[in-house]
């Protein structure tokens, strides 16, 4: 429920109301997109991605983002970090042609297999009338990439805002069970260190950043003995 106030009551009469304590959890309705990075599949004259995302309403002729004439036509916002996204409001263009977002699919997820538009769908956007915002609720979807595309040939995609408002950032963890041959002691809290480093080397060139490595065990010595039957 969104609001400024919070109102306890006791209907009737005759009553006290005493409260010892009084606490209310939220998050901020923070439209998350204005700090996000957009691109699209491409772009017709100056009408870049980046326009979907700066609060310009009051320029529904001018103040849009469009795509060329494509197949598939597609429009992407990186939120920068993973969050659980409650509703997601777009705001369609205000002069002709309002009708070319009908059937446009809002996904939202982490990956960037096909420039983002397999994640999971939030919403299908059967219309938005001229100049008008529509509001789609998306459940505490979690992702870092909102991607609207229309599907089909000789499509445009054409936005005048588009606004995301959820809950986060979300912290990811994974916990991962290895087993190591080494003449080290990993026993050893700096030998465990120059490991953790290594390993966070060894992805950081694979394109994995953004991640702190942690043991959540202090890992066990086994020492194999070497098999010395002669035969």
């Known amino acids: 429920m969104e609001g400024r106030y919070v109102t306890l009551i006791i209907p009737g009469d005759q009553k006290i109301l005493t409260l010892c304590e009084v606490e209310v959890y939220g998050y901020l309705a923070e439209n998350l997109a204005v700090d996000g990075a957009a691109t699209q599949s491409s772009t017709s004259g100056d009408e870049f991605a980046e326009k979907a995302v700066d609060r310009g309403l009051q320029q529904l002729y001018t103040g849009c983002s469009s795509t060329l004439i494509e197949t598939n036509p597609w429009w992407r916002l990186d939120l920068r970090d993973v969050y659980r996204v409650s509703k997601v409001v777009v705001t369609n263009r205000k002069q002709c042609c309002a009708e070319r977002i009908n059937g446009a699919e809002i996904h939202i997820g982490n990956s960037l297999e096909n420039n983002g538009n397999n994640n999971p769908i939030c919403a299908v956007i059967p219309a938005i009338p001229a100049g008008e915002s529509y509001s789609y609720s998306c459940d505490g979807m979690e992702g870092r990439y909102v991607n609207l595309i229309i599907p089909g040939e000789m499509k445009i995609l054409t936005l005048c805002e588009v ?47 953004d991640m702190t490595l942690r043991w959540s065990q202090t890992p066990q010595q086994v020492i194999q003995k070497e098999n010395t039957d002669k035969r």
Not at 172 to 186: E, H, P, T
Not at 192 to 198: D, P, S
Request: with cysteine; glycine share 8%.
């Open 163 to 209: 606004k995301v408002y959820g809950e986060g950032p979300c912290l990811k963890k994974s916990f991962v069970k290895m087993q190591f041959n080494s003449i080290n002691d990993l026993t050893d809290p700096s030998m465990r260190e120059n490991l953790l480093n290594q390993l966070g080397s060894a992805l950081a060139e694979r394109g994995f950043t």
